[in-house]
């Protein structure tokens, strides 16, 4: 605006909500899914059970000592924690080249499985039309 800032007003916290769902129930034609019949489909739930690597293996026993350090207060909280050590353990499990690009492309699990699940993608695709 020309004139500067507009002031916007927003919740910033809601009090006695139960008396605001009560309300809003008033108004407020709501349905479930199982009120509605939605046709649900079946999970299939497949376990892909892969080895680690060597590397992955001295990755997750570096992560360890790590641990040990920050547990033992043998490194400073904002040169090592844990938060840093459990997302570089989230980051190996997912890809070992997110902590460092120049390390082997070993098809890791998630790999496996995101081809997989595109894979059927596709035979659910042509099984709805």
């Known amino acids: 605006p020309r004139d500067g800032y507009r002031a916007r007003t927003r919740f910033a916290k809601f009090f006695n909500l139960p008396e605001l769902m009560n309300l809003f129930k008033e108004v407020a034609d709501i349905k479930t899914a ?14 892909i059970a892969t080895k680690p690597t060597q590397i992955q293996q001295d ?3 570096a992560l360890s000592e790590r641990a040990s350090k920050v547990h033992s207060g043998a490194v400073s ?35 496996i499985s995101a ?13 709805k039309n």
């Open 115 to 127: 081809w997989r699940t595109f894979s059927n993608t596709g035979v659910t695709a042509r099984r």
């Open 34 to 47: 199982d009120q509605l019949h939605l046709p649900t489909p079946e999970v299939a739930y497949h376990t």
């Open 77 to 111: 909280p904002d040169v090592d924690n844990m938060l840093k050590i459990t997302s570089d353990g989230r980051k190996l499990g997912l890809d070992q080249r997110i902590i460092n690009p120049m390390l082997p492309d070993e098809k890791p699990p998630r790999s």
């Open 59 to 61: 990755m997750v026993k």
